[in-house]
């Protein structure tokens, strides 16, 4: 399974701003400016307080055409300026609809500690080493349920395997440095080889 997953041509797309070579080094992709329409996975970073610059945009675009499966990963969730539901908002205008699989909860500071799976409603507790998954309370419930609705109804709209078939666009929240999503965007790449 590793080796096919290192096997995979995985490109990363976006502004200097969104730190997409450190990206590209987390996941064993290559940071591109231009499309690469051979790519296996796109990966599209994007820093929130910055939104998305027009080249990002027109790369975006031009992978279309050949369906490339694609996801949007939102950097600089320590900045206090914007945040990750205003990175998907934009990226859904500009970009397409974007499904988030997860949100994000953040902790007494107002730093992101958490996700929240929309799916199943399960936290995963990145503030703790290993990392803590643990049942959601009946406050976060109804504080996502909304996201949860309409995200489970694009989901079931798309159908199955719509993200492997460059469908289906998921947002995932990413802070490399305390390990938060990048088990996510791993488990998109690892939905490729299957």
Do not use: C
């Not at 969730?77 to 934009?90: G, H, P, Q, S, T």
């Amino acid at each position: 399974m590793q080796s096919q997953i290192n096997d995979l041509r995985i490109h990363v797309y976006g502004h200097i701003s969104a730190d997409p070579t450190q990206v590209a080094s987390t996941f064993n992709a290559q940071f591109s400016e231009i499309a690469i329409p051979e790519s296996d996975l796109a990966i599209f970073a994007l820093d929130p307080s910055a939104g998305i610059d027009q080249v990002t945009i027109d790369l975006w675009q031009s992978l279309d055409e050949y369906q490339v499966p694609r996801l949007v990963v939102v950097t600089h969730l320590e900045k206090l300026e914007a945040d990750f539901d205003d990175a998907v908002m934009i990226a859904t205008r500009v970009f397409d609809q974007m499904i988030t699989p997860y949100l994000v909860l953040h902790d007494e500071a107002g730093l992101p500690a958490a996700l929240i799976s929309l799916s199943d409603l399960q936290i995963i507790d990145y503030s703790t080493n290993p990392k803590n998954i643990k049942s959601s309370e009946e406050e976060h419930q109804t504080l996502v349920q909304e996201f949860r609705d309409e995200y489970l109804e694009l989901l079931a709209d798309s159908g199955e395997n719509a993200f492997e078939a460059g469908l289906l666009f998921p947002a995932i929240p990413l802070w490399i440095e305390r390990g938060i999503g990048v088990d996510i965007v791993e488990g998109f790449i690892k939905q490729l080889v299957v």
